[in-house]
């Protein structure tokens, strides 16, 4: 059974800084991408960030410039560095992972982690 685990949430002023970390555990062949969606109340869940197995990657024009992805493939982990928030970040964040479960996978399967939240208040 592979799952997501996410750690990092938490309540922070506007223009501070938050680091999210997402794990992937279990067995499984690969990893495809990994990457952070959000939800905000009463909104639809948004894709903020998301890293390939090659490095490349893709973000939010909304957090473009402040919200960096990093990954650590031998450890199965993500980041997400959020610097000068905004109370609109505000929202759950939901880690998101593309594995293969065996090397004859011929899709990838989708994981999401529990979500974390992430308030930006004063």
């Known amino acids: 059974q592979v799952q997501l685990v996410e750690s990092g949430g938490g309540l922070v002023q506007p223009g501070g800084s938050l680091r999210l970390f997402c794990a992937a555990s279990?067995?499984?062949?690969?990893?495809?991408?990994m990457g952070w969606y959000r939800q905000a109340p009463g909104k639809q869940r948004e894709l903020v960030a998301v890293i390939t197995s090659s490095g490349s990657t893709n973000y939010a024009d909304s957090v473009k410039g402040r919200i960096a992805i990093s990954r650590d493939g031998p450890k199965n982990t993500v980041y997400l560095q959020m610097n000068s928030l905004k109370p609109e970040d505000t929202a759950d964040y939901y880690c998101n992972a593309e594995i293969r479960r065996t090397r004859y996978s011929l899709f990838p399967l989708t994981l999401w982690g529990q979500g974390t939240q992430v308030t930006v208040s004063s």
């Open positions: 279990g067995t499984m062949f690969s990893i495809d991408s």
